[in-house]
């Protein structure tokens, strides 16, 4: 039973790469951490997928994160001068 449940695990994680190098094709490195980040991926996980190293993942989901919060703060500075205007 052991070996038959082995071979359907291995068979599924490999659909799940080509499923994921498919989808992934024509993306960038940070477009694909970004996108198995929001599929609730740990940087370890993400990191084995994207054949690096996790601490460089977390750091292009930091750099991310400050991105959109900076971003946000543009944002919300340009709508407070719109409204003082």
């Known amino acids: 039973m052991s070996n038959t449940n082995d071979d ?6 490999a659909l799940i790469r080509l ?3 498919t989808m992934f094709k024509d993306k960038s490195q940070k477009e694909k951490i970004a996108i198995l980040n929001l599929a609730g991926l ?3 996980e993400i990191a084995e997928f994207l054949d690096t190293t996790p601490n460089s993942v977390s750091v292009a989901i930091s750099m991310m994160k ?3 919060d900076k971003e946000k703060g543009s944002k919300r500075v ?3 001068k719109e409204e003082n205007v």
Do not use: E, S
């Open 8 to 13: 359907v695990i291995r068979r599924l994680d």
């Open 19 to 21: 499923t994921a190098i």
């Open 42 to 44: 740990t940087p370890k």
């Open 66 to 68: 400050k991105d959109k």
């Open 78 to 80: 340009k709508r407070n």
